[in-house]
């Protein structure tokens, strides 16, 4: 889990706006020792639920890390969502393919924690790989807007 | 590694958020300039070097360093501001900035709620619709991707809820006693209280005092509350806890 963490500074702002609800993510080099909680920018029940129906597939934007592009792609259901995937993510070496196979499950996990239990935000420590939270948030935002 | 911020705001008009989200982030840039210990030309590092005095800082700094004294006092030193002999008040510098954002942006006409992530540590504010209070999930450091609890705002029109977990143990967490690493049979500590600053304060320094200590300090202080997990997987939190969960 270590290995994901990377010591960088701001490279990206995602900012998405809609009539209600803003949310955005950035990155800080203020805290190295500490992970981030998931960004789980969970579409807000009141937001966008009502707008949209149906299910819908959203891939967020290739985010560029230390090991290489991680891409997210989301599956939103009546609004709500329901799976969380890697479809891009370092397979370079051996040791990338060990963190990949303990934390993507962990990340998509946690990205479906959050709805599922209705709350706003998360508390607390997780092994968050910047890239994948960026890649989610993209994702999220495409299909807020 | 960086720090992800992350805000939810309700209400107000979307252009007149746009613009307190921007004045928020450039804040957030500006806070990361002055008081990042990881870049040699900052404002900190420059007076932890000795080469700048407190008078020739952005006056935030003063803010701060009085604002971590007082951590200090209360804490009985467990909270600190020095790490390896030398001024560092990173551990201070977050909650505080996630806090002061989210105020700039509650302070926008129209908005009536923000919910405001510092890398895991949170302050809400408002509500983010009537009769709906803020959600927050403590994620539970033994079960991936699960929750330990869901903290709630209602009839909070602040609250904020900061997590200190091992994952920080060994660079900030020091026991003043022997000025070594402390050594807790903690695995997390969520605060409660009003504001983050102080939340993540005391999250940091009841992580450190071990669960016994921790918890009986945490219950000494007032309109805190805290959760502590062991890593034996016991759950222990202040009497007043269960009123803000739900």
């Known amino acids: ?20 609800v803003s949310s955005m993510v950035l990155l800080l080099s203020l805290k190295p020792h500490s992970t981030p909680a998931p960004a789980v920018a969970v579409p807000a029940p009141s937001g966008s639920a009502g707008a949209v129906t149906g299910t819908r597939t959203v891939t967020g934007d ?9 891409q997210v792609r989301i599956t939103l ?13 370092p ?55 | 590694m960086g720090t992800v911020f992350s805000f939810d705001v309700r209400g107000g008009r979307p252009g007149a958020v746009q613009a307190a989200l921007e004045k928020a982030v450039a804040g957030l840039h ?21 080469e700048l005095t407190v008078a020739d800082c952005a006056p935030e700094v003063a803010e701060v360093l009085e604002l971590g004294a007082e951590a200090e006092r209360v804490s009985d030193g467990w909270f600190s501001m020095r790490y390896e002999g030398r ?30 992530n510092g890398g895991g540590d949170v302050q809400l504010l408002g509500a983010p619709e009537p009769h709906r209070p803020w ?14 609890a869901v903290v709630s705002s209602a009839g909070a029109d602040e609250l904020a809820v900061a997590t200190s977990g091992s994952y920080e143990r060994g660079a900030h967490i020091v026991d003043p006693r022997t000025g070594r690493s402390a050594v807790t049979d903690l695995v997390a500590v969520t605060v409660v209280a009003p504001t983050l600053t102080w939340a993540d304060c005391w999250a940091t320094a ?22 502590l997990i062991t890593a034996g997987d016991e759950v222990r939190c202040t009497g007043g806890l269960a009123a803000r969960l739900g």
């Open chain 1, 1 to 20: 889990m270590h290995a994901l963490k990377k010591n960088r500074p701001l490279r990206r702002v995602v900012l998405a706006s809609a009539a209600t």
């Open chain 1, 62 to 70: 290739s985010v560029q890390t230390r090991w290489g592009p991680v």
């Open chain 1, 77 to 89: 259901k009546s609004g709500k969502l329901t799976e969380v995937t890697a479809v891009v993510y």
């Open chain 1, 91 to 145: 397979t370079e070496n051996p040791r990338d393919q060990e963190i990949n196979s303990f934390a993507l499950p962990r990340l998509r996990s946690e990205a479906l924690q959050a709805q599922s239990a209705d709350i706003d935000t998360v508390s607390g420590a997780t092994y968050t790989s910047d890239g994948y939270r960026q890649s989610l948030q993209s994702a999220l935002d495409s299909a807020r807007g």
């Open chain 2, 30 to 50: 500006r806070v990361n300039e002055v008081f990042s210990m990881y870049r040699d030309d900052s404002q900190l590092a420059r007076l932890s070097r000795g």
């Open chain 2, 87 to 116: 001024l560092d008040p990173t551990g201070i510098v977050k909650g505080w900035a996630a806090e002061r954002a989210a105020r700039l942006l509650a302070s926008t006409p129209g908005v009536c709620g923000v919910s405001m």
């Open chain 2, 135 to 148: 959600r927050v999930g403590v994620a539970d450091p033994l079960r991936p991707g699960g929750l330990a």
């Open chain 2, 206 to 227: 009841a992580f450190a005092m071990g669960s016994r200590a921790g918890l009986r300090w945490l219950e000494s202080l007032p309109d805190v509350e805290g959760l």
